[in-house]
């Protein structure tokens, strides 16, 4: 099933914030988060696993709560480099395959 | 190293032709998973092959059809081709089938046009 996304699109000014949440009706093992620029290939960014902690790189981070079977994507102080479309995949087991949700648009204006 | 290598890059296609997509995955990974990208759906999950076994399927037709060979390359075919068909497909290698890591490496896909 695939996980929901929201919002499904936002539009930032650079130097503001976003967060970028998904959430599944299933329990999951893993939350995998990408980001695909328009007109190429989709690149990870990130994964969180179950009882794993909060992972981030550069201004870019996320959370999973596995109670909840949500994840949240922080991005912060944004650059128009962060613009594309962010999907987030989930599995329900380690040998599962990835869903991915329906992607939120991020736009980030000067 | 090569990333992950799809042909054909483009094409057109006719209502019930069929149609053969190539992927050759990074050197090295074992695992390939397909998916098909529309606007508005995402990517939706086709299947995944490790070591020439399917091992994941996702809910498309069986006209959908896809395969792994013995030096991790994948093809995946799509018959009597309908114009729902049209898509962006992308192929995703990764080193092994669970992996703790996870990390898919996407090609830069196949867009199909039906007409």
């Known amino acids: 099933q695939q996980p929901v996304q929201s919002p499904q699109a936002v539009i930032l000014r650079e130097g503001e914030d976003a967060v970028i949440n998904c959430s599944s009706s299933?329990?999951?093992?893993?939350v995998h988060w990408y980001r695909q620029k328009h007109g190429e290939a989709p690149v990870f960014l990130m994964i969180?696993?179950?009882?794993?902690e909060q992972k981030g790189h550069d201004k870019i981070s996320a959370s999973f709560n596995e109670k909840k079977q949500q994840s949240s994507l922080y991005l912060t102080a944004s650059q128009l480099s962060y613009s594309g479309t962010y999907f987030c995949?989930?599995?329900?087991?380690?040998?599962?395959?990835?869903?991915f949700g329906p992607g939120t648009s991020l736009s980030v204006i000067p | 190293k090569a990333g992950v290598t799809q042909t054909p890059r483009y094409l057109i296609k006719t209502r019930g032709q069929q149609v053969t997509l190539s992927c050759s995955p990074i050197?090295?990974?074992?695992?390939v998973s397909w998916y098909q990208q529309t606007p508005g759906q995402g990517l939706q999950f086709l299947f995944e092959?490790?070591?020439?076994?399917?091992?994941n399927k996702g809910n498309f037709p069986g006209r959908f059809s896809g395969r792994q060979f013995s030096n991790s390359r994948s093809e995946m075919n799509v018959s009597t081709l309908e114009l729902g068909d049209s898509a962006l497909y992308l192929c995703a290698s990764s080193l092994r089938l669970a992996v703790s890591t996870g990390e898919l490496f996407f090609g830069e896909g196949s867009r199909l046009t039906v007409l």
């Open positions: 995949g989930t599995k329900k087991t380690s040998y599962d395959k990835v869903i």
């Open positions: 299933k329990a999951l093992y893993s």
């Open positions: 050197s090295g990974h074992r695992s």
């Open positions: 092959y490790f070591s020439e076994t399917q091992r």
């Open positions: 969180l696993l179950k009882g794993g």
